[in-house]
């Protein structure tokens, strides 16, 4: 499809295991945004990439979690030792530039038990 | 830091009826200033935005207008319908294109 896709849709773990969540931006656009939405709330962000500058890992909120991008394609956000606030729904967004509007995943569900 | 307050829900109303979800926002420099929408069951949508002061952003009926003097951005809606039922967010973005959120606002509308 044309649009932003996120894999696994809903991903369930035990607490203290590693998970590995992946992303596909739209063919095309430069920059990539990870978030986080807990139950009831809005979306924190955790870390952009921006073309091969440096990123943004400004909102990462421990060591545990570290997400990886190859050039201008897939990304993975890493979250090691998994704690039950952990459980989110992690989304991915893609732009053509940090200025263009984000177009948004369908997100992943984690779940810790 | 920047920050985004919007009202909270659930806002429950009728068909037809006149729509105002309130948003104000604390920020350094000049953002741009987004609608974002979540319909049951999708994924997040870009509603409508705006750039700079003084500027409407429209979409689908939604107006809202970026007011510098009173750092708000409120959305509303003429007429809503069962279909626009949702959970609408307000954002905003500086200048490295990270978006700052409000925590969301449920709209219900009744037949």
């Known amino acids: 499809g044309a649009g932003v896709s996120q894999s696994p849709s809903n991903k369930v773990t035990e607490k203290g295991k590693d998970v590995e969540l992946r992303c596909d931006p739209i063919?095309?656009?430069?920059?990539l945004y990870w978030y986080r939405q807990r139950l009831g709330q809005g979306l924190e962000f955790l870390i952009y990439?921006?073309?091969?500058?440096?990123?943004?890992k400004s909102g990462l909120p421990s060591d545990r979690f570290s997400a990886e991008r190859t050039g201008e394609s897939v990304s993975t956000l890493t979250i090691q030792r998994t704690q039950q606030e952990d459980s989110a729904v992690y989304l991915c967004?893609?732009?053509?530039?940090?200025?263009?509007?984000?177009?948004f995943g369908d997100g992943t569900r984690l779940s810790i038990l | 830091g920047d920050s985004v307050t919007q009202m909270e829900g659930p806002v429950t109303l009728s068909e037809e009826a006149f729509l105002t979800i309130n948003c104000t926002y604390t920020?350094?420099?000049?953002?741009?200033l987004f609608w974002y929408v979540q319909y049951p069951g999708e994924g997040l949508q870009l509603l409508l935005k705006a750039t700079k002061a003084d500027d409407k952003g429209s979409n689908k009926g939604f107006e809202a207008t970026y007011r510098k003097e009173t750092t708000s951005f409120h959305l509303e809606k003429g007429s809503v319908q069962v279909s626009d039922s949702a959970v609408y967010f307000c954002a905003l973005s500086g200048n490295t294109g990270k978006l700052i959120f409000g925590q969301g606002t449920t709209l219900q509308v009744k037949p």
């Open positions: 063919s095309g656009h430069t920059a």
């Open positions: 967004a893609s732009s053509l530039g940090f200025d263009q509007p984000q177009h």
């Open positions: 920020a350094t420099g000049y953002p741009s």
């Open positions: 990439f921006q073309g091969n500058s440096a990123p943004d």
